[in-house]
């Protein structure tokens, strides 16, 4: 007789997020190309840190597969780029892309911290 683990089950289980931003991406129009909002609608972001930013010492570039497509908003950057720096898993989510808006308008997104508790 074979038995099931249930380690995935009790992982999963251990598993929370935390929402750190909900808004609208920084500079879309800067660093996007014409009608490329169709090529970001299936991309995964990614968040990467640029410290050497001249207008914000904790910014943090978003980018759409390779391609850099703005910046997490100044605003929210420092509690973020905290987050970032002490290695916590932080996963960007491209909830919404919208040709027709406003450039400030067009990339909508949320930050996630993923936390697992592996105590038991």
């Known amino acids: 007789m074979m038995v ?5 089950n009790n992982l ?4 929370s997020k935390e929402l750190l931003f909900e808004g609208y991406l920084s500079g879309f129009r800067y660093y996007s190309a014409t009608d490329q909002e169709w090529e970001i609608m299936r991309q995964n ?3 990467i840190r640029h410290t050497t930013n001249v207008h914000d010492e904790n910014a943090i570039a978003v980018f759409a597969n390779s391609k850099m497509i703005g910046y997490v908003p100044k605003t929210h950057s420092k509690k973020i780029a905290s987050y970032i720096d002490k ?3 932080i996963i ?29």
């Open 87 to 89: 290695g916590d898993n």
């Open 45 to 47: 972001l990614k968040l």
């Open 4 to 8: 099931k683990s249930n380690h995935a």
């Open 92 to 120: 960007p989510e491209l909830v919404n892309v919208n040709p027709s808006a406003e450039a400030q308008e067009k990339v909508y997104f949320k930050i996630w911290n993923y936390k697992v508790n592996l105590q038991a």
């Open 12 to 15: 999963i289980d251990n598993v």
